[in-house]
T-cell receptor
Framework: QKEVEQNSGPLSVPEGAIASLNCTYS??????FFWYRQYSGKSPELIMF????GDKEDGRFTAQLNKASQYVSLLIRDSQPSDSATYLC????????????FGTGTRLTIIP | DTGVSQNPRHKITKRGQNVTFRCDPI?????LYWYRQTLGQGPEFLTY????????KSRLLSDRFSAERPKGSFSTLEIQRTEQGDSAMYLC?????????????FGPGTRLTVL
């Protein structure tokens, strides 16, 4: 079992719709969860982080965390063509372990 | 530009040669990380520094790899006797210490091609 799992996609969503990206993790001790966006040929860009169970909203983005289910998701509302990218879920085990463990990413395509 | 910078951006080398990459973190960040990313995969952790101290190394970091951060500012990653399997994007990230200030910001990466 991979430590962080994501559906690799591709996920195609019509422009203006909600894109839903999912991630599961295996380490129950994980404390911090991050979503990075990566355009082709570019480096990852942090777009959201979440530490507590529940929802966290930032503009069109909402991160959701359920530690009991070991599940974290990212919702993108009013999807735009510029949202087309690979979305990487990353997990940090605990506050003493600083490395990020990434999933393989989900490739999202927004269809105009 | 106050972001993480990396040099060179691209490096093509022949198998068996040594290469060195440099990373300059965001100036107020005391933590610096190296990751490696291959096509279709997420970044894989290699090592991290807090100030000048190297605090963690991945099993991926074979004895051909060495990283330094001599003055707690910039860092170098050296790969000796490169192999074709070393071809990847090498990413540097930095962060500042703190319970909720631990977000890692990535540089543009150095793409290594070993022929």
């Amino acid at each position: 079992q991979k430590e962080v799992e994501q559906n690799s996609g591709p996920l195609s969503v019509p422009e203006g719709a909600i894109a839903s990206l999912n991630c599961t993790y295996s380490d129950r001790g994980s404390q911090s969860f991050f979503w990075y966006r990566q355009y082709s040929g570019k480096s990852p860009e942090l777009i959201m982080f979440i530490y507590s169970n529940g929802d966290k909203e930032d503009g069109r983005f909402t991160a959701q965390l359920n530690k009991a289910s070991q599940y974290v998701s990212l919702l993108i509302r009013d999807s735009q063509p510029s949202d087309s990218a690979t979305y990487l879920c990353a997990v940090k085990s605990n506050f003493g372990n600083e490395k990020l463990t990434f999933g393989t990413g989900t490739r999202l395509t927004i269809i105009p | 530009d106050t972001g993480v910078s990396q040099n060179p951006r691209h490096k093509i080398t022949k198998r068996g040669q040594n290469v060195t990459f440099r990373c300059d973190p965001i100036s107020e960040h005391n933590r610096l990380y190296w990751y490696r990313q291959t096509l279709g995969q997420g970044p894989e952790f290699l090592t991290y520094f807090q100030n000048e101290a190297q605090l963690e190394k991945s099993r991926l970091l074979s004895d051909r790899f060495s990283a330094e951060r001599p003055k707690g500012s910039f860092s170098t990653l050296e790969i000796q006797r490169t192999e074709q399997g070393d071809s990847a994007m090498y990413l540097c990230a930095s962060s500042t210490q703190g319970v909720r200030l631990d977000e890692q910001f990535f540089g543009p990466g150095t793409r290594l091609t070993v022929l």
